[in-house]
């Protein structure tokens, strides 16, 4: 026992900071050719002669397992190089490759490190001062503040509003968030909504009144860049802010308003300004029910002598992950803020702060993905078990092969939404190219939420118990993870909204994506080794066809019991074709054929396989009652 517990000892080696600051017993030299299996013999030898020593002489940090030592990000990445090669014009290409490979060794050796302070000390709410008084003051580390201006001097908000590269500017900018946010601490969530907020103003033609706001929130100055919170949830729920927005605002002699109400989970506190919904009063003190009765308001959260703005700080939330970063309840009483949408179109105005919270949502899934599988093959390359190294195993590989799949068709749907948001930002998309972004973005958020979480911890196992240690900072990764799959929607929130797309374009949107796939298969119609994958998408493509003919005699109801089954058809089948195109381009490896292969082997019509199993049926749905509350009080009635 005493030396099982030794050895797990020397197996956490105490990483107070992280991979990069382990200071592990290495054992240098693996190679994976000629003279591996000699190698391995001597590590083996050296750990026995340790456990054959006396306890006195051991040393007590002794490593019997080499980290993972992944390099330059941007460099690693096979395919985000060959997709920006496909894809972007030479010149910017140029330009953007340097400054990608500069920003990769920026993060690797300066941005990461902070990261991982900034997961050791968690902000802190002091609600008092010494002399009893109120001050309600998030204190938040130095690594944090340093965060945000890191984010300024990249320029990690800015290169979306600047369009340097003109229609190519989104795709810099998602590659760029990309590439920080698993080594940035938390802050890949504040700039989200500072993104999200930016492009309201924008959308708004950018009011003289909102003009500062808008110039701080996009500027690369350290000492004048603002972030934003979103002040949407309240104690009613987040998603169906119809119903649950209590907040009422009460209009001032000079045309400002006072906001009064509860937030209930209000991310990033600690921002320099938020955007949130409130009702209006009239004159007798009542406000207008539904989402008609919705407004968009402004507000800083400090005013001018930089105290709070009219807002009470609760307490700070106590969430499972994300937790460097200050999610907080806040009372609003009185804080003074400025109407910025029309009366009662607040919703409307909010929609764009939406959609581009979303993409930043599935750009920390695929990034979550990326880095977990970057740590999982270079662990790979060191870890000894059963005599040979973790690579040299079948099943192993073959387990991370299926998880670099998944990623890859995750960000093709990643990249395919910031070009699409590209040309429609710089007035180049056509018709059919905006009604594939608002079906894409709800569609790419839910399902790459779920993939996530699925190859977090299924990456996390492929270190065994190592993998469970707090202090390797896996479980950070795990953790922070898990909130993409409910963070700006759920799977199933999401998925009723994908059928509003269908239905606000009288499903037009649906001959689109038909049309688009087959475009991107035609590329693919020269290549020999692509026809497999191409028939099975093409397959999948008809059954959805058929299904969603049938589904308009079928009635709502059980629309929406396959509604999630229908949005991630639409995720396999775009996520196919995009990967066959990439695969049929010039230059393309035999890798990126394979991948294509190995996606579009899965079912990719998951609707259309449940309608043949009846699964949408009123009995089914019946049956599902039965399932869930059997043996409960509350299913009495269907258990007879």
Same mark, same amino acid.
């Given at each position: ?432 190219? @905006?009604?594939? /972004?608002? !079906?894409?973005?709800?569609? %790419?958020? +839910?399902?790459?939420?779920? &993939?996530?979480?699925?190859? =977090? ?60 796939? @087959?475009?991107? /298969?035609? !590329?693919?119609?020269?290549? %020999?080794? +692509?026809?497999?994958?191409? &028939?099975?998408?093409?397959? =999948? ?60 082997? @899965? ?38």
């Amino acid at each position: 026992m005493f030396i099982l517990a030794l050895c797990r000892l020397g197996a956490t080696c105490r990483l107070r900071h992280g991979w990069d600051r382990c200071q592990a017993c290495s054992f240098r030299g693996f190679s994976t050719t000629a003279g591996q299996g000699q190698q391995v013999s001597l590590q083996e030898k050296q750990v026995g002669a340790d456990l054959e020593m006396p306890v006195a002489r051991r040393e007590a940090e002794t490593l019997f397992q080499e980290r993972p030592e992944p390099g330059n990000q941007y460099l690693e990445d096979a395919l985000l190089r060959s997709y920006l090669e496909a894809h972007l014009p030479p010149k910017v290409l140029e330009e953007v490759n340097q400054e990608l490979e500069g920003f990769g060794n920026r993060l690797l050796t300066k941005i990461r490190p902070l990261g991982w302070e900034c997961e050791l000390n968690p902000p802190v709410f002091r609600q008092y001062d010494a002399w009893g008084q109120r001050v309600d003051h998030i204190v938040t580390c130095s690594a944090w503040k340093r965060m945000k201006e890191i984010a300024a001097e990249e320029g990690l908000i800015a290169e979306a509003y600047e369009r340097r590269y003109s229609n190519w500017s989104r795709v810099h900018q998602a590659v760029k968030l990309y590439l920080f946010s698993t080594a940035s601490g938390g802050f890949n969530c504040p700039l989200a909504m500072t993104d999200g907020a930016a492009k309201v103003i924008e959308s708004l033609g950018v009011p003289a009144s909102l003009k500062n706001a808008f110039d701080h929130l996009t500027s690369r100055d350290p000492r004048k860049f603002w972030t934003s919170g979103q002040w949407m949830t309240e104690r009613r729920g987040g998603s169906d802010v119809a119903n649950g927005t209590e907040t009422v605002a009460r209009k001032q002699p000079d045309g400002t308003y006072h906001l009064h109400g509860f937030k209930w989970f209000t991310s990033a506190a600690d921002s320099d300004m938020a955007l949130t919904l409130a009702r209006i009063e009239d004159a007798e003190g009542h406000v207008k029910q539904g989402s008609g009765g919705l407004s968009l308001f402004f507000l800083r959260v400090q005013d001018e002598e930089e105290k709070l703005n009219g807002i009470q700080v609760q307490r700070l939330k106590d969430k499972l992950g994300t937790r460097q970063m200050a999610t907080a309840e806040l009372w609003l009483n009185g804080a003074k803020a400025e109407l910025i949408s029309a009366e009662g179109r607040g919703v409307a105005s909010i929609s764009n702060m939406l959609n581009i919270t979303r993409i930043h949502n599935v750009i920390g899934a695929v990034a979550s993905m990326r880095r977990m599988i970057s740590l999982s093959r270079q662990y790979a390359l060191k870890r000894v078990v059963f005599g040979k190294l973790l690579k040299d195993h079948p099943l192993h590989m073959q387990t991370i092969a299926r998880m670099e799949v998944q990623t890859r068709g995750a960000f093709l749907l990643l990249m395919e939404m910031a070009r699409l948001l590209g040309l429609a930002e710089t007035n180049m998309a056509s018709e059919q190219d @905006q009604l594939l /972004l608002r !079906l894409l973005v709800p569609v %790419a958020k +839910l399902y790459t939420g779920k &993939q996530a979480s699925a190859i =977090a911890i299924e990456a996390m196992e492929s270190f065994g118990g190592q993998g469970y240690m707090e202090d390797t900072g896996l479980p950070v990764i795990v953790r922070d993870t898990l909130v993409l799959s409910i963070w700006e929607g759920t799977t199933n929130v999401l998925s009723l909204d994908v059928l509003r797309s269908l239905t606000k374009s009288q499903g037009q949107v649906m001959a689109v994506f038909f049309s688009t796939v @087959q475009n991107k /298969l035609e !590329l693919a119609s020269s290549s %020999a080794e +692509l026809q497999p994958a191409v &028939q099975w998408v093409q397959d =999948a493509a008809g059954r959805l066809a058929r299904f969603c003919q049938g589904a308009a005699s079928e009635g709502a109801v059980p629309m929406e019991l396959a509604a999630r089954d229908f949005s991630y058809s639409l995720a396999r089948i775009y996520a196919g074709a995009l990967l066959i195109e990439h695969a049929a381009r010039p230059g393309s490896s035999c890798v990126d054929v394979c991948a294509a292969q190995r996606w579009c082997r @899965q079912e990719l019509c998951p609707v259309a396989a449940e309608l043949g199993n009846g699964s949408y049926s009123a009995e089914e749905s019946s049956l599902d009652s039965a399932l869930v509350y059997a043996g409960s009080p509350a299913g009495c009635d269907s258990d007879r």
